[in-house]
């Protein structure tokens, strides 16, 4: 029976380009949706630029743009980079649609005629130079915890403690610096503590649309029965705000997080505008379709609670499924901007080009979990080269020139028993569909390259190489190279939801139809004519992605300000000994010896004025005079927790002439994760001068 199957993926936020972490969400999605329309099911994805809120507004301000314009730049840039990757939506929208305006404030209206919109007197600051209340995270100050300075308006990055706005120490305003005045706003709220949303939220938690741990995670949320462990959601925004103005309550705006969701809905309306498909058969409660949302796990509070709640008291049905998956990481660390490997879509194809190559490595990887995935990028390469052309286009380009150059490129009858078993080339495609349909990409693909194994072993022990040279064969000949091709065909009909443009060009190649799931088991006749067999995909060059990653290093170096500049001298130091490292594995002990590592006591730590990043050691290395450096790790210390602490400094460095003052030295810091470095500390029982050797 054929299903009826809508597909999301989270909305990309219009504030950035899209980078590789963001690729495992819509590459994922995007192979299951191919695998779905194989099968003959039919299947439609949607999804949309999210549009609205504070940075958005801010940011066009800057750039001198209103933010319709930017917002139609980013579009733009977004879908270009989602087609690159060969991500093929149904339809691509924006949350600014007028479809999406229409159906955030029909479900508003209705959730407030079920009496769950309440509004309420708050308290909060108020920029008085821009004439704007501030979001928590364009409010900055000083740690009520740890005294970090310069932290966010709702959590520390320093310490991790959470709060409040108003706990903040010498709280200031993000946006203009000014020092932020508390006023009262009346805010709309959802009423999520309501029992009617308690009661449900319980229910549909549990029903089966979450996976295990997702579900428990929401049970944490929900807290015990008869707890009432969710608060009001805070819904509206005062201008000036872009974004939908909120019916009936003039200068309020619906939050940004209310209307984005939603964007499912309007993205689908104008998919139905299109082609003519009924909107309520999708999304009104009763509905047989199924709806499922890919989503990062980062986002499962608002799917998993504020929008299932949304559409439940709204009139509408809620999601069949989530499929939450985990984050990437690069060469088992956070992507990072230092290192090279906060890789932008755009960078990717710039130096790499085959998209395809990152489709069927994250495919490798994938399970249908909410784990985070590695991108190792000599993994990266090795599995390329390994699967795709040493198992995969190896077969073609094996057995193709035999039946173009000696058969006039028409193939044997396979249709009669040969020496190899057809059935053993799909007998696992029914484990193989089944994986697909879980997400479990990495097993389907374990599966499909032991057949590309099967067909391999049957390449080399009938040797077409050696068969074309002995008089008599010309029969076994034809009939081996054109049953490994029809084989190759197999092959490519279980692999094309993971690599649609080479399947395509394999199509053109084998002179066929488009692949359907159901070609993973046909054959084709005898004298059906082949197209002149041409490279398919090369090999992965490893010096395409060290290119890639010294273009994200370098694009970080120009910096203007001196502090940016010193700190980009430290990690230009430190990258050029990695490299070093990496190209010869040896040095001389005079080599080292040229390096003189001290054990350095910080006698003092104190912020610089006017400097981001930096905060200026005293550093004890048991000289007569101390030593003054600026290091660029204030993200990462408040100049406080530095006080008394053991370290180690290179002393030999030459003392650099900074804005701020003669920076004397340097400490050495291991590259960590974002947002900062971790200064190095000697053991107990060092002593501030002693040498490192």
């Not at 003519?276 to 999708?282: A, K, L, Q, S, V």
Request: proline letters at 4%.
């Amino acid at each position: 029976m054929t299903r009826k199957i809508l597909v999301t993926s989270a909305l990309p936020y219009a504030n950035g380009s899209i980078h590789l972490g963001h690729l495992v969400e819509y590459i994922q999605t995007d192979i299951w949706v191919r695998f779905q329309k194989m099968r003959g099911n039919e299947c439609h994805y949607v999804c949309a630029d999210d549009t609205h809120g504070t940075p958005i507004m801010l940011r066009a301000e800057k750039e001198g743009v209103t933010p319709e314009q930017l917002i139609a730049r980013v579009w733009q840039e977004h879908f270009d980079d989602f087609s690159a990757f060969h991500v093929n939506f149904d339809n691509y929208g924006s949350t600014n649609s007028a479809e999406n305006k229409e159906s955030a404030q029909s479900i508003y209206r209705t959730l407030k005629a079920n009496g769950l919109i309440e509004v309420r007197s708050i308290e909060q600051y108020f920029d008085p130079v821009k004439n704007m209340f501030l979001p928590d995270r364009f409010i900055k100050g000083e740690c009520p915890k740890c005294h970090a300075k310069d932290q966010y308006g709702d959590n520390c990055e320093v310490c991790g403690a959470a709060y409040a706005p108003t706990d903040l120490i010498a709280p200031f305003s993000a946006v203009s610096g000014a020092k932020p005045e508390l006023r009262n706003s009346d805010h709309y709220f959802f009423k999520l503590s309501d029992p009617r949303c308690q009661n449900f939220l319980r229910e549909w938690t549990r029903g089966g649309s979450l996976q295990a741990e997702a579900a428990n995670k929401m049970q944490e949320w929900l807290g015990a029965e008869g707890e009432n462990k969710l608060t009001d959601w805070d819904i509206s925004r005062d201008a000036p705000y872009f974004g939908f103005e909120i019916p009936d309550a003039p200068g309020k705006y619906f939050y940004v997080w209310l209307d984005a969701p939603v964007g499912y809905m309007g993205s689908f309306k104008q998919l139905c505008a299109k082609t003519g498909i009924d909107f309520d058969d999708y999304w009104k409660q009763g509905s047989d379709a199924e709806l499922y949302h890919f989503i990062g796990k980062d986002i499962l509070y608002f799917h998993a609670l504020f929008w299932p709640a949304m559409l439940q008291h709204a009139g509408f049905r809620t999601p069949t499924k989530l499929f939450a998956h985990g984050f990437l990481t690069v060469n088992g660390e956070k992507m990072s901007k230092s290192r090279g490997t906060f890789i932008t879509a755009r960078s990717y194809v710039d130096h790499i080009k085959n998209t395809e190559y990152l489709r069927y490595y994250y495919a490798a990887k994938l399970n249908g979990t909410m784990e985070d995935i590695d991108l190792n990028l000599d993994d990266f390469v090795a599995k390329v080269n390994s699967d795709l052309i040493g198992k995969y286009i190896n077969i073609a380009s094996r057995c193709a020139g035999f039946i173009s150059k000696k058969f006039d490129g028409k193939l044997a009858d396979v249709s009669v028993e040969t020496e190899i078993d057809f059935q053993n080339g799909f007998h696992s495609l029914n484990e193989i569909a089944q994986a697909y349909e879980l997400r479990d990409f990495a097993k389907a693909l374990r599966n499909i390259m032991a057949f590309a194994d099967d067909i391999n072993i049957y390449v080399n022990d009938n040797k077409p190489w050696e068969l074309a040279k002995q008089e008599g064969q010309e029969q076994k000949l034809h009939l081996v190279c054109s049953a490994a091709l029809v084989l190759f065909k197999q092959l490519t009909a279980m692999l094309k939801p993971v690599l649609p443009k080479l399947a395509l060009d394999v199509e053109a190649f084998l002179n066929i139809n488009p692949l359907t799931w159901n070609d993973a088991k046909s054959k084709l006749p005898a004298g059906h004519t082949i197209n002149e067999y041409k490279h398919l995909a090369t090999r992965l060059d490893p010096k395409l992605i060290e290119a890639m990653v010294a273009a994200n290093q370098e694009s970080l170096q120009p910096q203007a300000h001196s502090e940016q500049r010193h700190a980009a001298h430290q990690q230009q130091e430190t990258k050029k000994a990695m490299t070093e490292t990496e190209t010869t594995p040896y040095i001389s002990i005079d080599d080292f010896m040229k390096v003189d590592l001290r054990v350095a006591r910080i006698v003092d730590a104190q912020h610089v004025e006017g400097a981001d990043k930096l905060i200026q050691l005293t550093l004890d290395i048991g000289e007569e005079k101390p030593r003054n450096v600026f290091a660029g790790i204030k993200s990462a210390y408040a100049p406080e927790a530095l006080k008394g602490r053991l370290t180690v400094m290179v002393a030999n460095l030459a003392p650099r002439k900074m804005k701020f003052g003669m920076s004397e030295g340097m400490v050495l810091a291991a590259s960590g994760s974002e947002p900062g470095l971790f200064i190095l500390s000697p053991d107990d029982g060092a002593q501030p001068g002693m040498r490192i050797k």
